[in-house]
């Protein structure tokens, strides 16, 4: 217990001693023009068409299943024939 806890007080003294710009990268820490930054967004913007993509393929596929449902419930005859009874011995 007594290792357990002096690692807890270790680490909250290196995390309290360590200076504030080690805790976010120049994205997050403010310098919008620096090539880091530049870079995330562009491998944000790159992620979200890669969503998008695979949305609008999905969306397209539910498409295509109504567009056959539909053709398909159009080409049904729309009397069903009645049961003949079974014949009698």
Known sequence: MKKIK???WAVMVAWL?????LLACAACFGKSDSNMARSLNAGIFSL???IVTVLMGAASFFVF??????AASQAEPTETPTAQPPPKP
């Open 6 to 8: 002096l690692l807890a």
């Open 65 to 70: 299943l109504s567009r056959k449902a539909a």
């Open 48 to 50: 979200l068409g890669v």
């Open 17 to 21: 001693a360590s200076p504030a710009s």
